[in-house]
């Protein structure tokens, strides 16, 4: 993390108020809780590089010198992690790295690299500028997996959106069988999730016989795969018509398959994907034949489900800390392995004593130095800031001061210990998208708002 010269300030530096950055900004929103709890994290582990630099809280001291002010165990470090992949939901622990940057290139993972660049591009358009986080150029660029006006209504409704490759679950498909039976493990979507849409991806590549001409009508159908008594039964979830000669993706809405699936687990046998010459179901054609690729085909062009919901609970309540921090007035203190912590003793200097006004500072979260960025795809970080400064009078309107702000100062010019200063707060948040791996197979794309300040003001 990289902190403004405002990150920390030593205790007797300057008059106490209850507008701390933590209080002032976590009461508001739980995106300014993780600014709190990432803001004294030190990017990089202490073991290692210990070697080179301590771990810890660097700040600038006020004469353009960035110095340590706290050091951080391994264990702290490891702690705080934990408590920011909790709150935000994310997996824990984190998937296999081994596979994961060969899937980035699958059909999956591209779908929702298009739409992480649309909800960028509709943030900047908002005027959330460019600065919530840099993508990696990893699209190929001879791909483009077409978002529909059905898929625009549900990306703005949802607040997670699941994509799933296909896996090899319950057995391949019979040797008599013209079509084609595919298992997506929905198994790690949570029970609070309410399902806004779920669509099967196909893609199909033109092959020159004679299903492929203009005046050629296809039927495909989606059956959802049941057992009944040992017996394996097909229920009709959707159908769609084409022509021959389409090339190109196809949506089909298969929500209740994924529904049914849901409220019980059991049920999930995959799905049968059928096609028919005109709608006659007796003339069933074999889908190798007509160009449908397979979940062995090209990376870029397999099948997947995608589903787009909303969870009652995107973001995880902080837990009471179990972590002890050290007194900051303690010199040094010994870690383990009997080292002692090393501060800098020109650490402080008077320039702190100095009020500043309620402003935004900067704060930027790298997921690479937090060592995520082999499972989180996009982006590579992300701009959070933070508020801090005073709200003393007379207040100017670059501080964005409400009434009740003004009224609370003249009150506290009479009253001073008995009516405390203005907080100084965020007066403008704005959301980030985070997309990242469940595994070499499942994708994720979150949706967390107000995790980005844009302006500041008093309270």
Same mark, same amino acid.
Not at 31 to 46: E, F, H, K, P
Not at 119 to 130: I, P
Not at 183 to 212: C, H, P, Q
Not at 255 to 270: C, E, F, M
């Given at each position: 993390?990289?902190?403004?010269?405002?990150?920390?300030?030593?205790?007797?530096?300057?008059?106490?108020?209850?507008?701390?950055?933590?209080?002032?900004? !976590?009461?508001? &929103? /739980?995106? %300014?809780?993780?600014?709190?709890?990432?803001?004294?994290?030190?990017?990089?582990?202490?073991?290692?590089?210990?070697? &080179?630099?301590?771990?810890?809280?660097?700040?600038?001291?006020?004469? *353009?010198?960035?110095?340590?002010?706290?050091?951080?165990?391994?264990?702290?470090?490891?702690? $705080?992690?934990?408590? $920011?992949?909790?709150?935000?939901?994310?997996?824990?622990?984190?998937?296999?790295?081994?596979?994961?940057?060969?899937?980035? *290139?699958?059909?999956?993972?591209?779908? /929702?690299?298009?739409?992480?660049?649309?909800?960028?591009?509709?943030?900047?358009?908002?005027?959330?500028?460019?600065?919530?986080?840099?993508?990696?150029?990893?699209?190929?660029?001879?791909?483009?997996?077409?978002?529909?006006?059905?898929?625009?209504?549900?990306?703005?409704?949802?607040?997670?959106?699941?994509?799933?490759?296909?896996?090899?679950?319950?057995?391949?498909?019979?040797?008599?069988?013209?079509?084609?039976?595919?298992?997506?493990?929905?198994?790690?979507?949570?029970?609070?999730?309410?399902?806004?849409?779920?669509?099967?991806?196909?893609?199909?590549?033109?092959?020159?016989?004679?299903? @492929?001409?203009?005046? @050629?009508? /296809?039927?495909?159908?989606?059956?959802?795969?049941?057992?009944?008594?040992?017996?394996?039964?097909?229920?009709?979830?959707?159908?769609?018509?084409?022509? !021959?000669?389409?090339?190109?993706? /196809?949506?089909?809405?298969?929500?209740?398959? %994924?529904?049914?699936?849901?409220?019980?687990?059991?049920?999930?046998?995959?799905?049968?994907?059928?096609?028919?010459? *005109?709608?006659?179901?007796?003339?069933?054609?074999?889908?190798?034949?007509?160009?449908?690729?397979?979940?062995?085909? &090209?990376?870029?062009?397999?099948?997947?489900?995608?589903?787009?919901?909303?969870?009652?609970?995107? $973001?995880?309540?902080?837990?009471?800390?179990?972590?002890?921090?050290?007194?900051?007035?303690?010199?040094?203190?010994?870690?383990?392995?009997?080292?002692?912590?090393?501060?800098?003793?020109?650490?402080?200097?008077?320039?702190?004593?100095?009020?500043?006004?309620?402003?935004?500072?900067?704060?930027?979260?790298?997921?690479?130095?937090?060592?995520?960025?082999?499972?989180?795809?996009? =982006?590579?970080?992300?701009?959070?800031?933070?508020?801090?400064?005073?709200?003393?009078? =007379?207040?100017?309107?670059?501080?964005?001061?409400?009434?009740?702000?003004?009224?609370? @100062?003249?009150?506290?010019?009479?009253?001073?210990?008995?009516?405390?200063? =203005?907080?100084?707060?965020?007066?403008?948040?704005?959301?980030?998208?985070?997309?990242?791996?469940?595994?070499?197979?499942?994708?994720?794309?979150?949706?967390?708002?107000?995790?980005?300040?844009?302006?500041? *003001?008093?309270?």
């Amino acid at each position: 993390l990289e902190a403004g010269s405002e990150a920390k300030h030593r205790g007797n530096a300057r008059e106490e108020t209850p507008c701390m950055n933590a209080s002032s900004m !976590g009461g508001r &929103t /739980l995106g %300014v809780v993780l600014v709190c709890l990432v803001g004294w994290w030190w990017c990089g582990r202490a073991e290692a590089s210990a070697a &080179t630099t301590l771990s810890g809280i660097y700040v600038d001291n006020g004469v *353009g010198q960035t110095v340590l002010e706290d050091a951080l165990s391994f264990e702290e470090q490891q702690e $705080i992690e934990n408590e $920011i992949l909790n709150l935000l939901g994310l997996p824990g622990p984190r998937p296999a790295v081994r596979h994961l940057h060969s899937s980035v *290139g699958k059909s999956a993972p591209q779908f /929702l690299l298009n739409v992480y660049d649309q909800l960028q591009e509709e943030n900047e358009a908002a005027g959330g500028g460019s600065g919530t986080g840099r993508i990696r150029k990893v699209r190929s660029t001879d791909m483009d997996i077409l978002i529909t006006d059905a898929d625009r209504k549900a990306i703005d409704e949802s607040d997670i959106i699941m994509t799933f490759l296909n896996k090899n679950h319950h057995g391949s498909e019979m040797r008599h069988e013209k079509g084609r039976r595919l298992w997506f493990g929905i198994t790690n979507i949570e029970n609070d999730v309410s399902v806004l849409m779920a669509e099967l991806r196909l893609y199909r590549k033109l092959n020159l016989n004679k299903y @492929t001409t203009y005046n @050629t009508s /296809l039927t495909l159908t989606v059956y959802a795969l049941t057992e009944l008594d040992g017996e394996s039964e097909m229920s009709e979830i959707s159908s769609m018509q084409l022509t !021959g000669d389409y090339e190109g993706w /196809l949506e089909i809405n298969v929500t209740g398959a %994924v529904n049914l699936w849901l409220k019980n687990r059991q049920a999930n046998h995959g799905l049968y994907i059928g096609a028919y010459f *005109g709608d006659r179901v007796e003339r069933e054609v074999k889908l190798d034949d007509i160009g449908f690729v397979s979940a062995r085909g &090209t990376d870029e062009y397999q099948p997947f489900l995608v589903v787009y919901a909303n969870s009652q609970q995107m $973001i995880k309540p902080v837990v009471q800390r179990h972590l002890t921090r050290n007194k900051r007035s303690q010199p040094a203190r010994k870690r383990k392995g009997g080292k002692t912590d090393h501060r800098n003793p020109f650490q402080y200097h008077p320039s702190y004593d100095q009020h500043k006004s309620c402003r935004i500072e900067q704060l930027y979260v790298s997921f690479k130095d937090l060592q995520w960025h082999e499972w989180i795809i996009a =982006p590579e970080g992300y701009g959070a800031y933070y508020c801090s400064g005073e709200c003393n009078f =007379p207040l100017n309107a670059h501080m964005n001061a409400t009434n009740h702000a003004i009224v609370q @100062t003249l009150v506290h010019l009479n009253h001073p210990t008995k009516v405390p200063k =203005p907080c100084c707060a965020p007066t403008k948040l704005i959301p980030i998208s985070v997309l990242y791996h469940i595994d070499e197979a499942n994708v994720n794309l979150k949706k967390y708002k107000n995790m980005v300040v844009k302006s500041c *003001g008093c309270h």
